[in-house]
Nanobody, 124 residues
């Protein structure tokens, strides 16, 4: 069992930066690949970024490439999402998720555990 708690969301202006954190419980954090997803009002949840168990492989959605960076600190059981050059279309609830597959995936169905989400609002 893994519990995930996101933090770091908020209201910012276009062009600003935010760093989201996701703290995971349990002693097997390194067994899991981690992902960040987001869901805007009226839209389906979509993948933003993922990272494999070691941090050596990452994936980004085209819409965030070059602006967002996913990283993890296995000693702290924490995964991060650094978001730069934020745009109004980045407004959404951001969710952290853990996949027991270990390799990272953009598919929602590959993730076993989900956090409650943190709101990110970008004003124009």
């Amino acid at each position: 069992q893994v519990q995930l708690v996101e933090s770091g969301g908020g209201l910012v202006q276009a062009g600003d930066s935010l760093r989201l954190s996701c703290a995971a419980s349990g002693r097997t954090f390194t067994s899991y690949a981690m992902g960040w997803f987001r869901q805007a009002p009226g839209k389906e949840r979509e993948s933003v970024a993922s990272i494999n168990w070691s941090g050596g492989r990452t994936y980004y959605a085209d819409s965030v490439k070059g602006r967002f960076t996913i990283s993890r600190d296995n000693a702290k059981n924490t995964v991060y999402l650094q978001m730069n050059s934020l745009k109004p279309e980045d407004t959404a609830v951001y969710y952290c998720a853990a996949s027991s597959g270990g390799y990272g995936s953009s598919r929602l169905r590959d993730y076993d555990y989900w956090g409650q989400g943190t709101q990110v609002t970008v004003s124009s």
